[in-house]
C-alpha cells in the first residue's frame, strides 16, 4: 500500500513537470515499465539544487556562460538580445551576459559595451526581459586589450603582439606598453562600468579576467615582461586585476561582483608557467576580498580516441581542486565542455557550487528543463556560433514543447 502511494505521488509530481499528462493504468505492464522509467528519471539532479550565496537565492546550479555572439551592432545591446537572454532566463537561475566593453577601445567588432549612456539604455530593456522570468542577472565586463580587432593601437601589459597561428589566424596589431600612471585610468573604466551595468538593472558585473584579455595579459608570464610594480613577480603580476576588483567592490559592492579566470587556458598566447601557483594565489585574493564568486575554466580539452569513437577529455582533469580549497566563502563556479552527468558530479562532489554551461545552453534555451526531465539535448551548430544573422544560431533553438 504504502508502495503504491509513492507511485501515485511520483505521478502527480511528473504531471507538475511534463508537458503532456498520461492516463495510467497501473495493472498494465506497460505503466509499470513507465513507473519504473520515471523513476530512475526522477533520482536526485545535484544540478537543479538550490542554492543560497549573500543576497541571491539561485533555484539550480545551471548557468549561463557569457557567451560573445558578435551581434551587438555599432557596440549597442540589439532587440533580438532581449530574445535571446530571455529564453534562457529562468526563476531563480543565474545568467552571465556575453563581454561587454568598458571604454571605447576596449571591446571587439559589434560586441556590447556600457560606458555611454546609450548603451546602459539599451542594456535596460534587456534585463527587464531576464527580471520578468525571475532571473538573476550579471553583466561581464572586460577589455580586450592586445587581442583587439580595432583600427587603433591596443593597450597591453607589453609591446608584443598575439602571435599569428592556428588558434589566432588573424593578423593582430602592435600593441602600446601601458605606462604606470596610465593604470589608474584603465581601473576607472571598469569602475564606471560597473556602476552603469547596477544602473541599467543588472544584478551584478563578472569581471574578465580570462582567456587572454587585457586582465590575464598582465597575470601570465608569457606575456607581461614588465620590470616595474606591475611584472616579474606573480603578486605584481595579479596586482592590476585585484586593483580592478578592489574598485569595483567599492563601486558597487564585493556581493554584487564575480571573477573569471582560466589560468591553465592560453588563449591568445596568454600562457604562464605556473598556473597553478596563479589560480591558488588569484583564488586566496579573492575570497579575502569575500567577492560573490569565481568563475574558474578548466584545463583545455584534447582530443582521445576510444572504441573508435573520439572524445574530449581534459588534460588534467580536476586540477581546480587548489582553487576550490582557497576559495571558500564565496560561491566557486566552473565551465569548460561539462556536460549533465559531470556537472552532476561537480556539485555532488562539492567540487563545484555551480556549473557554467556554453554551447549547450546556447543550443539548448530550456537546459534547466531537459536536465531536469533527462531529455534529449539539440546539437550546436559552431558555423554559425559568430555570424552576425539576428536568428540564425542564436533565438532559432527549439524547446522541448517545439520538437
Known amino acids: ?18 508537458p503532456f499528462k498520461f492516463q495510467v493504468n497501473q495493472d498494465t505492464r506497460e505503466s509499470k515499465n513507465f513507473l519504473a522509467s520515471e523513476r530512475e528519471k526522477m533520482k536526485p539532479v545535484p544540478l537543479l539544487d538550490p542554492y543560497e550565496m549573500g543576497r541571491f537565492t539561485f533555484s539550480h546550479r545551471i548557468v549561463l556562460a557569457p557567451l560573445t555572439r558578435a551581434r551587438s551592432y555599432g557596440n549597442l545591446p540589439q532587440s533580438h538580445a532581449i530574445l535571446y537572454y530571455s529564453q534562457r532566463a529562468t526563476k531563480g537561475g543565474l545568467l552571465i551576459a556575453e563581454a561587454t566593453g568598458v571604454s571605447s577601445d576596449a571591446p571587439c567588432t559589434n560586441t556590447p559595451g556600457i560606458w555611454t549612456k546609450e548603451q546602459l539604455e539599451a542594456w535596460k530593456p534587456v534585463v527587464d526581459a531576464v527580471h520578468a522570468k525571475g532571473g538573476i542577472f550579471f553583466c561581464q565586463i572586460w577589455h580586450v586589450g592586445r587581442a583587439s580587432d580595432l583600427e587603433q593601437e591596443p593597450i597591453s601589459s607589453t ?112 600562457h604562464d608557467s605556473d598556473p597553478d ?36 577529455r581534459r588534460i588534467i582533469p580536476h586540477r581546480l581542486h587548489g582553487m576550490r580549497e582557497a576559495f571558500r566563502r564565496g560561491m566557486f563556479m566552473v565551465g569548460g565542455g561539462y556536460d549533465r552527468e559531470a556537472g552532476n558530479r561537480a556539485v ?56
Open 348 to 403: 555532488a562532489s562539492g567540487y563545484a557550487d555551480m556549473v557554467v554551461f556554453g554551447r549547450l545552453f546556447l543550443a539548448n534555451p530550456d537546459l534547466p528543463r531537459r536536465f531536469q526531465l533527462d531529455a534529449p539535448l539539440n546539437k550546436y551548430d559552431r558555423a554559425t556560433f559568430y555570424t552576425q544573422d539576428p536568428v540564425v544560431g542564436y533565438t532559432d533553438y527549439p524547446f522541448l514543447d517545439d520538437e
Open 277 to 312: 601557483a596563479l589560480g591558488v594565489y588569484m583564488a586566496q585574493e579573492l575570497d579575502r576580498r569575500r567577492v560573490l564568486y569565481c568563475s574558474a575554466v578548466e584545463p583545455e580539452m584534447v582530443a582521445a580516441a576510444t572504441d573508435g569513437e573520439t572524445t574530449m
Open 1 to 18: 500500500m504504502e508502495e503504491d502511494k509513492n507511485l501515485n505521488q511520483m505521478n502527480k509530481d511528473h504531471y507538475a513537470i511534463c
Open 159 to 270: 609591446d608584443k603582439p598575439v602571435e599569428k597561428n592556428e588558434a589566432s589566424y588573424m593578423d593582430f596589431p602592435v600593441p602600446r606598453r601601458l605606462a604606470v600612471e596610465e593604470i589608474p585610468d584603465i581601473i576607472n573604466h571598469f569602475r564606471i562600468a560597473a556602476r552603469n551595468a547596477i544602473d541599467a538593472g543588472f544584478d551584478g558585473v563578472e569581471i574578465h579576467g580570462a582567456h587572454g584579455f587585457l586582465l590575464e595579459q598582465f597575470m601570465k608570464d608569457g606575456v607581461n615582461d614588465r620590470t616595474d610594480e606591475y611584472g616579474g613577480s606573480l603578486q605584481n603580476r595579479c596586482r592590476f586585476a585585484l586593483e580592478v576588483v578592489d574598485a569595483v567592490s567599492a563601486e558597487v559592492g564585493s556581493d554584487r561582483v564575480g571573477f573569471r579566470i582560466s589560468p591553465y587556458i592560453s588563449y591568445y598566447g596568454c
